[in-house]
C-alpha cells in the first residue's frame, strides 16, 4: 500500500495551493484532478485578465494558472490527472480513495477541494450541433486570436458570456449578443461597455437552428427566434455560454459523511475541519461565515486545512509553518535563486 500523509482531491487553485503548503511541511502529498490539464475553472477564462491576486501585477488567467503549477510542484507532490475520484470510505485510521478507473488511493488525510465539482458546459439542444464543434461552434474560448476579423454570435447573458463579448471588442470586426431573457444579467459595467461600442443586442431571442455551410463543416447562418417569428443572421464563429451542468461525482460512506450546507458544500466547523476528523476542506467547497469567494480566499483555506492535517496526524506538531525566511526547507532553494540573479546582473 502506497499511503500518502495528505491526498488532495481536486487540482484547482485551492488544491494546488494545498499541494505546495502540505510539502512545505513535509508532508507525502497527492493531488488526484479529473481533468487532463490541473488549473480547475480558471481554466474556462484563460485570457481574461486578473487584478484582484495580491503582490501580482495584472496578468491573463492562464499565466497565473502556469505560475500556481510551478509553486505546488516546488516540492514534487505526486500527480494524478484524468482520475475522477467517486467514493471516499475509511479503514481504520487510513481513508480510502475509490476511483472511476477502479483503482484505490490510500491516505492519512484528505483535503477535498473540489470547488463547484465537475463543471460541463451545458450545450446547445439543436440535433447535429455537434459537429460544429470541430469548426465553429465554441464553448469555451482558448484563444481570441481565431476570432480576429471575424462576425462572431455569443449567446448568452450572464457574466460568463458577457465578459467574452466585450474581451471580442478588440479582435472580431463584430459582435452580436442574443438572450432569451428580458434583460442581461451580467455585471452593469461590462454591458454599458457593449453598449457604448454599438453591439447588437437581441433580448427574448433564442437559436431555432443553424444553416452549414456547402460543404456541411462549419455554420454559416444561425437562425434566431424571437417573439414568435424568426430571423436569419450570418456568422463566422458562434459561441454559447448559457452556463455549467454540475457534476457532483463525489461521495462518502454513511460512517464518513461529512456535515454538508444546500447538499453540496462541506460546512467548516472552524479552520477548515469538516465534521469528519481528518476530513478536511478548501476554497470553493468550504462554506463558512464570512468565506471569500475568490482565489485569496482559496490560499488561507489552503493554509488552514494543511495546517490541521498536519495536526491531525502529528497533534506535537507546530501549529503553523515557519515564515519563508526561518524555513529550513527554503534556505538551499534560496543559495539557487540568489545564483540566478547574481548571474543575471
Ligand atoms: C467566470 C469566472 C471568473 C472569475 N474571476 C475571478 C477573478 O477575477 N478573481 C478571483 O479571485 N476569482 C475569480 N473567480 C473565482 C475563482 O475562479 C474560484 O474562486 C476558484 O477557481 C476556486 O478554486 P477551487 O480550487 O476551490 O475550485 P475549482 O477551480 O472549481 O477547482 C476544482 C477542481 O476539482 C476537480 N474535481 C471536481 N470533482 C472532482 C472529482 N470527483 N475527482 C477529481 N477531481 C475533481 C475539478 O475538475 C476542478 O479542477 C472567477 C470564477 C468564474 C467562474
Redesign the pocket.
Known amino acids: 500500500m502506497d499511503l500518502f500523509d495528505v491526498t488532495i ?7 494546488l495551493y494545498s499541494a505546495f503548503y502540505s510539502g512545505l511541511r513535509n508532508m507525502k502529498t497527492k493531488i ?4 487532463p490539464n ?5 481554466n ?2 484563460p485570457e ?1 485578465v ?4 495580491g503582490g501580482l501585477p495584472p496578468m491573463q488567467a492562464q499565466q497565473f494558472i502556469e505560475n500556481l503549477i510551478n509553486q505546488a510542484n516546488t516540492f514534487l507532490p505526486t500527480i494524478c490527472l484524468h ?4 467514493q471516499i470510505t475509511k479503514n481504520g485510521d487510513i481513508f480510502e480513495i475509490s476511483t472511476k478507473s477502479g483503482d484505490v488511493h490510500y491516505s492519512k488525510t484528505i483535503i477535498v ?7 460541463n458546459p451545458i450545450k446547445l439542444e439543436i440535433e447535429g450541433a455537434e459537429k460544429y464543434e470541430m469548426t465553429n461552434l465554441h464553448y469555451t474560448i482558448l484563444g481570441l486570436e481565431r476570432f480576429r476579423n471575424k462576425k462572431v454570435l455569443v449567446s448568452g447573458g450572464g ?2 458570456a458577457i ?1 467574452w463579448a466585450v474581451e471580442l471588442l478588440s479582435v472580431a470586426a463584430e459582435v452580436i449578443v442574443i438572450y432569451r431573457k428580458e434583460q442581461l444579467t451580467a455585471h452593469e459595467s461590462q454591458v454599458e461597455m457593449l453598449k457604448e461600442h454599438g453591439v447588437q443586442i437581441l433580448l427574448q431571442a433564442e437559436i431555432d437552428s443553424l444553416i452549414a455551410n456547402d460543404k456541411k463543416t462549419a455554420i454559416e447562418q444561425v437562425i434566431i427566434s424571437r417573439n414568435g417569428e424568426t430571423y436569419s443572421i450570418q456568422v463566422d464563429e458562434v459561441i454559447i455560454c448559457h452556463g455549467y451542468n454540475r457534476e457532483v ?2 461521495t462518502f460512506a454513511n460512517d464518513i459523511e461529512p456535515q454538508r450546507k444546500d447538499n453540496y458544500y462541506l460546512v467548516s466547523q472552524g479552520q477548515c475541519k469538516t465534521s469528519v476528523p481528518g476530513i478536511f476542506g ?4 468550504i462554506s463558512y461565515d464570512d468565506k471569500v ?6 490560499f488561507q483555506d489552503a493554509v488552514l486545512a494543511v495546517n490541521n492535517a498536519k495536526l491531525y496526524i502529528d497533534p506535537e506538531a507546530d501549529q503553523y509553518a515557519m515564515v519563508s525566511s526561518h524555513n529550513e526547507k527554503f534556505k538551499e532553494k534560496n543559495r539557487e535563486l540568489l545564483k540566478e540573479v547574481i548571474c543575471k546582473a
Open positions: 482531491i481536486g487540482g484547482g487553485p485551492a488544491g488526484i484532478e479529473v481533468q490541473l488549473g480547475g475553472k480558471v474556462t477564462y481574461k486578473l487584478w484582484d491576486v482520475t475522477k475520484v467517486e477541494a473540489v470547488g463547484g465539482g465537475i463543471l457574466n460568463g465578459d461525482s463525489l478548501a476554497g470553493d467547497i469567494g475568490l482565489l485569496v480566499g482559496t
